[in-house]
């Protein structure tokens, strides 16, 4: 007697015949003392009694600080003058104590003239259903919820997986941690790892799924974490207190503690072995020479007045003979690119490029490949 006075309690149904006799509302709840976070389910049945009418239901649960309501299913009963729609809500309490449901209802109220009336038109004139709305107010329904055991941030059945790739690297190279609770229940987004003076944390958004049903929600949260330090460091462990409100049983979830061992680099390792000018350094006069060198073979034609202009066509030629020596005994990127620079000729514009591009920035150009590009 007591179990069957127990059940009747938790899924008690609500019957309220409203001033008009035209409809009435049925009200169907899983349980009215849920724990905090716990599922409730909600089934709402509109019927309409007046059968003279045409009529039309728009319901839905309101919003609220104290719950969120997720509706799963809907169904319509739609015979003649005999409308009949069913409501199912999944909800969860977000408040301890008294709380209470509030509920939206609008009736709407025509004839079969009016409805023939409306769907006379085609898709160019369409026509308006004449109605009377009349909203309804319904009386909130009433939860106890009762708070959770101490320390308690989870409420239903989970599990929690972890991985971490390793436990040595070398400084500031980062290890990888990936974690995911899933199982039956309702969650919310929240930090796995907390941010700590003796590392570096890179993390992402965590990812939340949630799938509401007649069944309960099922969740899970994934987290991708990438933690590096230039020292020897420790992720601490992480607990997560849980409550399954089916077996009243309070559990733990945990991930265990890391002491991650960390190789220093030395310092000369992450210097260049090779030199590269410095906006500081000093000026590079070496091409005043070869400027002078230039002066005096031209200074030469001007001496041997035999044959000037045969003898400038030879220079010219020995000139270019010179460059395409120099470029040819050229062993090093470097010693390339200044024998160009001492030209200042736009042709060798995309050469200077390329050798500037190896020099500074690292890139693998062949010598032999600028060289190609020099002829060309």
Known sequence: MRMFKQTLFIYLFLLTLLHAEDMRYDIAVSNTTPYLNEAVFLDINLTQLDHS????????????EAYVAHQIGFKEYDNYHSLKHIYHYLLYPKKSGKISLNFELIKSLTDDDKVAYAISGD?????????????????PYLLQVKALPNGVSLVGDFSLTHSLDTQHTDAFEPVYLKAELKGKGNLEAFELVDANSSYYLFKEMPNVQNFHSKAGTSSSIKWDYAI?????FSLKEVRLKAFNPKSKKVYELKIPSYAIRV??????????????????????WSWLSTLLSYLIVFMGGFLAPKDIFKRKIVLEKS???ILSEKIKNAKTHKALLKILLTENSLSYREAITSLESVIYNKKRI???????????
């Open 53 to 64: 009418k045409v009529m039309r239901f728009k319901f839905k649960v309101k919003k609220s």
């Open 123 to 139: 898709r160019d004139n369409v026509k308006g259903l004449e109605k009377e709305d009349i909203a309804i107010e319904l009386d």
């Open 228 to 232: 590096s330090a230039q020292n020897n």
């Open 263 to 284: 190789k220093n680099i030395k310092k000369e390792m992450l210097l260049d072995k090779e030199n590269y000018p410095s906006s500081s350094s000093t000026i590079d």
């Open 319 to 321: 000139l270019e003979e």
């Open 366 to 376: 062949s010598l032999s490949k600028i060289k190609d590009l020099i002829k060309k």
